[in-house]
């Protein structure tokens, strides 16, 4: 497993943005599979995007798909969610997760086995 840490989380108004970065301290996860996932209170986890190890494939849920973008720095060991024109049922806590068996995009929770703790957004109308 992989120690995760998410940052950049916080409060925004509906249409602004954030950029969420996940790191792992110590470690390299830049041959991985990393995936992005929120959950909302009472809601399951979700998906949200993917990456692959290169970078060269993503793949989002259809509800945030022209609005985020994942992409990864392997030379910085970082991988990043932005995320624009904001919503307010985008609020939840989003969590950063490493697939260390896979190198392409993976879409299920079970198929990651290190997770971060979370970081918080919230958006208001």
């Known amino acids: 497993q992989v120690q995760l840490v998410e940052s950049g989380g916080g409060l925004v108004q509906a249409g602004g943005s954030l950029r969420l970065s996940c790191a792992a301290p110590?470690?390299?996860?830049?041959?991985?599979?990393t995936g992005w996932f929120r959950q909302a209170p009472g809601q399951a986890r979700e998906f949200v995007a993917t990456?692959?190890?290169?970078?060269?494939?993503?793949a989002y849920v259809d509800s945030v798909k022209g609005r985020f973008t994942i992409s990864r720095d392997n030379a910085k060991n970082m991988v990043y969610l932005q995320m624009n024109s904001l919503k307010p049922e985008d609020t939840a806590v989003y969590y950063c997760?490493?697939?260390?068996?896979?190198?392409?995009?993976?879409?299920?929770?079970?198929?990651?086995?290190?997770w971060g703790q979370g970081t918080q957004v919230t958006v208001s109308s």
């Open positions: 990456i692959s190890w290169s970078g060269g494939s993503t």
């Open positions: 997760a490493a697939a260390p068996k896979y190198t392409s995009i993976r879409y299920y929770p079970g198929e990651y086995d290190s």
């Open positions: 110590g470690r390299t996860f830049n041959n991985y599979a």
